[in-house]
């Protein structure tokens, strides 16, 4: 379809069924369609909107599933307004929660919002995105505020699932959160979004949006409704705060071999989503999974990767050797001495935190000998040429600058 539009743009009706066949939702009946024809007759592409809060520091590939059907919009020249809830993340999105999301500080909501902009290019041209970041019009004054709540009922607010058990349950919900819906909605109004899309999670206030649009008098939104992917655990929705995501900016080796942590009842559903087709019948679920895995690879990190993740992953896990390849990376030593926490966070992208708890783990190993969670400063000389190693793939020579 996206090829064809190049020559011959698909008419409403046939941009809408295409858009839509892969939805699990998608509302009012026939709304896509009605916008589509709308914003042709008007001579302009349709605004299609996604709100993503960075409340982690990476995209995973539950998230391209929407991020894709956002660049299949793209790909007939539509508009795409990708929202980065640098003010929504301040509330914390209740969707999913049986108890209030923890309270991140502005300054790890921005440096997660920079990384997410970023991620998402390996998905969408990110040179035709309109980005915003909802603090542009979320830090408004208490008048305004006033309005936005006077849209909707504590009743309606209620309705929703999250909400309704923990209120049966007895457990705190915050005034703060009953607004997060409202203001998700009012992103829709700021940007004048013709189509928002979200997760089956996301309905609520997707539609509720609708409301909002209509309490401020403009053209009401079409929804788009997106499966959720489950986890490499095979049993809950993937999330970075369940340690069951992969993320789109892991290195190949570790995107590759959590790949194949995948149970078989989630095989088709990953092909499904994540590649557009089902696993190959003349494969078996062992094969299925290493061809799923390598072209996942090859999607983000480049043609061949996968491959070479694949060869790297069967020396070290069928063989009990070490890679072939040994990325290099340089530190420095302040007296001759490094920091071993501190090199943790800079060489793999972990907290010091995390680095501390691996060592403590017997999870880092120099020259394949574990080291303990005592062995926090090093000689130089003792790191200088070594293969340092985090968990079972993650692998770096250092070499002293």
């Known amino acids: 379809m996206a090829n064809e539009a190049a020559t011959q743009p698909p008419t409403p009706p046939e941009a809408a069924v295409w858009l839509a066949r ?53 790909q007939l020249g539509h508009t795409i307004v990708l929202i980065i809830g640098d003010y929504t993340a301040r509330v914390g999105d209740p969707t999913g929660r049986s108890r209030t999301r923890p309270v991140l ?16 290019g390996r998905v969408l041209d990110m040179d035709a995105v309109e980005l915003r970041r909802n603090g542009e019009w979320l830090d408004m004054p208490a008048e305004r505020l006033f309005g936005l709540a006077r849209t909707a009922t504590v009743a309606q607010i209620l309705e929703r699932d999250d909400f309704a058990g923990r209120y049966r349950a007895r457990e705190p919900i915050s005034v703060l959160e009953l607004l997060y819906p409202l203001l998700q909605g009012y992103d829709s109004v700021a940007v004048g979004a013709d189509v928002e899309l979200g997760g089956t999670d996301q309905k609520f206030n997707l539609l ?30 993937m999330s970075k ?44 679920p062992r094969d299925a999974k290493r061809e799923l895995a ?44 490094v920091h071993l926490p501190a090199l943790l966070a800079t060489l793999f992208g ?13 999870g880092v190993r120099l020259d394949g000998t574990p080291l303990g969670g005592a062995e926090l400063d090093l000689a130089a000389g003792r790191l200088d040429g070594s293969v340092l190693q985090v968990g079972k793939r993650r692998y770096r020579r250092l070499r002293r600058t």
Do not use: C
């Open 350 to 362: 972990i907290s010091r935190a995390e680095a501390r708890r691996l060592l403590e783990q017997g």
């Open 22 to 74: 892969d939805a699990v939702d998608s509302l009012p009946a026939g709304e896509l369609e009605r916008r589509l024809q709308r914003a042709g007759a008007e001579g302009r592409p349709l605004r299609v909107k996604l709100g993503i809060d960075p409340t982690a520091p990476d995209i995973h590939l539950g998230h391209t599933v929407v991020l894709t059907k956002l660049r299949e919009f793209q």
């Open 241 to 284: 705060s369940l340690g069951n995501d992969v993320g789109v900016s892991e290195p190949p080796g570790e995107m590759y071999g959590r790949t194949l942590r995948i149970p078989d009842t989630v095989l088709a559903e990953w092909w499904s989503l994540l590649l557009g087709e089902p696993p190959p019948a003349r494969l078996a």
């Open 105 to 120: 500080s502005g300054e790890e909501i921005d440096a997660h919002a920079d990384t997410f902009a970023a991620q998402a």
């Open 208 to 237: 509720l949006g609708r409301e909002v649009q209509r309490a401020y008098g403009v053209a009401e939104q079409a929804i788009l409704t997106l499966p959720i992917l489950t986890g490499v655990d095979g049993e809950r929705k």
């Open 294 to 337: 390598r072209r996942l690879v090859d999607r983000y990190h480049g043609s061949g990767t996968g491959e070479r993740a694949e060869r790297t992953f069967d020396e070290v896990f069928l063989h009990g050797g070490r890679p072939e390849e040994i990325e290099e990376s340089a530190f420095s030593a302040t007296d001759g001495v």
